[in-house]
């Protein structure tokens, strides 16, 4: 274990001084708070995902300092070998000096204000027999700034936040789009599909998250999509076709069979765009009435690529899913860091 992690160390409650060393970014941080809630309030675009502890998209190396968990111990998102490497995850620990770290930001595109604003429901569309398309209408001029890909998290005030992945482009930012699918006994998307109703007032906080697409790239994209996975996707593909983008954009769309498939925005994309090339994938499709790919969405990726070496991969949905794509795909030479993912876990609340 790290000579640099404390555990419950009586502290008063002092102002800390967080220096990222990648950066040379500073900012003061409580020792009450979690230290990429301070970043997050200082503007400092530290990357992150569920913030509950469970993604480990919010790792970052202790080089100096002391930081503590909580009483829960060690969050899931991190294993005990990365703690002993003086790894820490920013979402679930606090500063009790001042610290220095190394983490990669999110670049200067990223930088937007995360804001709560109140919306309308405008419309509830069933896409399939399990997944239904929400548009929430910010009322007024406002909109959200957000980046093609990012998240929100649904506010009621019954419920604790749920987190759902904006599933239109950025041109229309006043118009949210998202894909809810409904989870057995989960109590807002039962909600969502039983009792929620067009014009009832609800709020969002975002945007959130990093998995957003990289336009400084002319590396070809792969895009791994599972379930409603396809929502993010979708937004990275209208605004790559909004704003031109030629990149070879390959979308590879898992479900486990054909009704599950609930858009033919795939196809259409394909049709039209050169650079666009849609494989849907089916893993429980078994009948001859589907001819075309069979099995889990990652293995047919694997399958049709060689080597991954150049490629910019995004994955997004069942956390298995993007587990399995960020396990295989290193395999056949895929970087790290262009590697890009949002694992739809569930809340813990
Ligand atoms: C960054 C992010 C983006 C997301 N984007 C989307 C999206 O665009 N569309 C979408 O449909 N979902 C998305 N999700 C997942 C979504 O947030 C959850 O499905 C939702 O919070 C479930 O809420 P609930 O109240 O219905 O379920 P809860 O009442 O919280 O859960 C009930 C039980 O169901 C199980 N469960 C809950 N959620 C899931 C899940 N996702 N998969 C498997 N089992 C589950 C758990 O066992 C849980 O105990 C996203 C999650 C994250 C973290
Ligand atoms: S583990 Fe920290 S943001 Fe997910």
């Known amino acids: 274990m790290s000579e640099l992690i404390i555990r419950r160390s009586h502290t008063k409650k002092y102002m800390f001084t967080i220096l990222n060393q990648v950066s040379g970014n500073t900012f003061k941080v409580s020792g009450d708070e979690f230290i990429l ?89 069933r896409l399939s027999h399990d997944v239904a398309k929400v548009l929430l209408k910010i009322p007024g001029d406002e909109s959200l700034q957000y980046l093609p890909g990012q998240y929100i998290d649904v506010i009621h005030p019954d419920f604790e936040p749920r987190a759902f992945s904006i599933a239109n482009s950025p041109a229309n930012s006043s118009l949210i789009e998202i894909h809810v699918r409904l989870i057995n006994d989960g109590k807002f998307t039962n909600f969502v599909f039983n009792e929620l109703q067009e014009n009832s007032l609800l709020k969002i ?74 494989v849907p994938v089916l893993s429980q499709e078994d009948g001859d009435s589907w001819q075309g790919r069979k099995g889990y969405v990652h293995e047919s990726v694997l399958e049709d690529f060689d080597n991954l070496t150049e490629y910019e991969v995004y994955a997004c949905g069942p956390p298995d899913m993007v587990k399995a794509v960020a396990d295989t795909f290193a395999s056949k030479g895929m970087f790290k860091d262009s590697f890009f993912a949002d694992s739809f876990e569930f809340s813990s609340q």
């Not at 202790?62 to 899931?76: A, S």
């Not at 929502?231 to 599950?260: F, S």
């Open 205 to 278: 906080e975002g945007p959130k998250g990093d998995f957003y697409l990289r336009e400084n790239s002319d590396d070809p994209i792969i895009m791994v999509a599972g379930g409603t996975g396809f929502g993010p996707v979708k937004a990275m593909v209208e605004h790559a076709i909004d704003i031109g983008i030629t990149r070879q954009i390959h979308i590879y769309w898992g479900a486990r069979n054909e009704d599950d498939l609930y858009s033919d925005l795939g196809y259409k994309w394909d049709k039209e765009h050169d650079n666009v090339n849609f």
């Open 37 to 125: 809630d301070g970043a997050i309030a200082n503007g400092v675009n530290f990357p992150y995902g569920c913030q509950n502890g469970f993604c480990g998209q919010c790792k970052a190396t202790l080089i100096d300092g002391e930081v503590d968990y909580t009483e829960d111990g060690i969050p899931p998102g991190i294993t005990p070998e990365e703690v002993d490497d003086n790894m820490v995850l920013l979402c679930r620990c606090k500063a009790k000096s001042d610290v220095s770290i190394v983490v990669s930001e999110l670049d200067d595109s990223a930088n937007i204000e995360v804001k709560t604003m109140p919306c309308k429901v405008q419309k509830i569309e």
